[in-house]
């Protein structure tokens, strides 16, 4: 099963720097995007599909803002929009399908965590999603295998992001949000017991594992980025994982899709 993540910053405009032409040799089962700042008006009959994936989407009620969307080449047994929490479903936050089967309960998930940058506002916000976002997540562990693609807008480790040193009271890098996944990967109690997948197949990569680069100055051409793109998954499915790539040949937006291949079919 190949899983895609990709942050389009825009569906209509990575579609116009040829994001839907690389897509189908990529042969994937699965595609989770975010930020697809659009609404069904412009994604249906357009977006909605690429060959024999199919797309469901979570949009923001605000237009031009936020929103993702999920392909999968197989049809779900359920798909859900939204997890239950009425300010950030508002914004287009989360999308879910369900593959279930007798003896058999598994999940894909494409979320966008929210950023911080703009302000103190939008860094209190960020916090009451990861306040929400965790026990959602274990509740679903507790019920079922999953991995969740995101744009999680949180470097975990120094190794995630070029100038660390020069981050560490910026948002996306501050003790709390990095103490959340810590909390998220942690295996003892109270901890999320959840898979870095990236990091489980890479564990020492730096320069290598970046996913998104400011447009500011010259950040992609000199490599100065930050690693916010992740495969979470419960240990089950994560220990079939097999091969992880960031694609860096083409530039569809602001990140680079990443891909991971798992020993197992939907």
């Known amino acids: 099963m190949r899983f895609i993540t990709a942050n389009l910053n825009g569906i209509r405009s990575a579609a116009t720097k040829g994001f839907f032409d690389w897509l189908p040799a990529q042969n994937a089962d699965a595609l989770g995007v975010q930020e697809v700042k659009a609404q069904d008006e412009h994604v249906a009959g357009t977006y909605c599909s690429s060959g024999e994936l199919q797309g469901h989407f979570h949009y923001a009620e605000k237009k031009g803002y936020s929103g993702v969307g999920l392909y999968t080449r197989e049809t779900p047994s359920e798909v859900l929009i939204g997890f239950g929490n009425p300010e950030f479903d508002a914004e287009g936050r989360y999308i879910e399908k369900r593959f279930d089967k007798p003896g058999r309960k598994l999940s894909l998930i494409s979320c966008y965590f929210p950023s911080g940058s703009s302000g103190p506002e939008r860094q209190e916000a960020k916090y009451r999603f990861l306040d929400a976002m965790f026990p959602h997540l274990m509740a679903l562990k507790s019920q079922r295998e999953f991995i969740l693609v995101a744009d999680v807008n949180i470097a975990h480790k120094e190794a995630d992001l070029k100038n660390w040193k020069g981050n560490l009271k910026n948002?996306?890098?501050?003790?709390?949000?990095?103490?959340?996944?810590?909390?998220?990967?942690?295996?003892?109690?109270?901890?999320?017991?959840?898979?870095?997948?990236?990091?489980?197949?890479?564990?020492?990569?730096?320069?290598?594992?970046?996913?998104?680069?400011?447009?500011?100055?010259?950040?992609?051409?000199?490599?100065?980025?930050?690693?916010?793109?992740?495969?979470?998954?419960?240990?089950?499915?994560?220990?079939?994982?097999?091969?992880?790539?960031?694609?860096?040949?083409?530039?569809?937006?602001?990140?680079?899709?990443?891909?991971?291949d798992y020993d197992f079919s939907l």
């Open 171 to 260: 948002s996306g890098f501050l003790p709390e949000e990095r103490a959340w996944l810590d909390q998220l990967f942690g295996s003892g109690k109270d901890q999320g017991g959840l898979v870095d997948v990236y990091r489980q197949l890479h564990p020492d990569t730096t320069d290598a594992c970046y996913t998104w680069w400011s447009n500011r100055g010259q950040a992609y051409a000199k490599n100065v980025g930050w690693r916010l793109d992740y495969h979470f998954a419960t240990p089950k499915l994560a220990a079939l994982a097999q091969r992880a790539a960031i694609y860096k040949d083409q530039k569809f937006s602001d990140h680079a899709p990443l891909t991971v």
